[in-house]
């Protein structure tokens, strides 16, 4: 089991930023796929941005104001959001625990706490 902590999160208005920032001990972070995912009060956890070696993978509502990038120097991997909207609150989770199999990514269900994220209108 692969275990993260999340940080960045907090209150944020209509069009701001946030930088969201997941850590781990170890270097896992710098070899093994990472994402992060998020859950909406009532909603299920749904995929937000995925890095796989070069390779980046985004949810459509992420496209364009989304990055999801590895920070090897702090060993971690950063969701930069831009842009944001009310519908993009929500608790963002990391996972460093994900396979991927013939193109599609599934992670393994161990979440951590993960960081809260609310945007005012």
């Known amino acids: 089991q692969v275990q993260v902590v999340e940080s960045g999160g907090g209150l944020v208005q209509t069009g701001g930023s946030l930088t969201l920032s997941c850590a781990a001990s170890?270097?896992?972070?710098?070899?093994?796929?990472v994402g992060w995912y998020r859950q909406a009060p009532g909603k299920r956890r749904v995929m937000v941005a995925i890095?796989?070696?070069?390779?980046?993978r985004y949810a459509e509502f992420a496209e364009g104001r989304f990055t999801i990038s590895r920070d090897s120097a702090e060993n971690t991997v950063v969701l930069q959001m831009n842009s944001l909207k009310p519908e993009d609150t929500a608790i963002y989770y990391c996972?460093?625990?994900?396979?991927?199999?013939?193109?599609?990514?599934?992670?393994?269900?161990?979440w951590g706490q993960g960081t809260q994220v609310t945007v005012s209108s």
């Open positions: 170890g270097s896992i972070l710098t070899s093994n796929i």
């Open positions: 996972n460093a625990d994900i396979n991927r199999h013939q193109g599609r990514y599934f992670a393994k269900d161990l």
């Open positions: 890095i796989d070696s070069g390779t980046e």
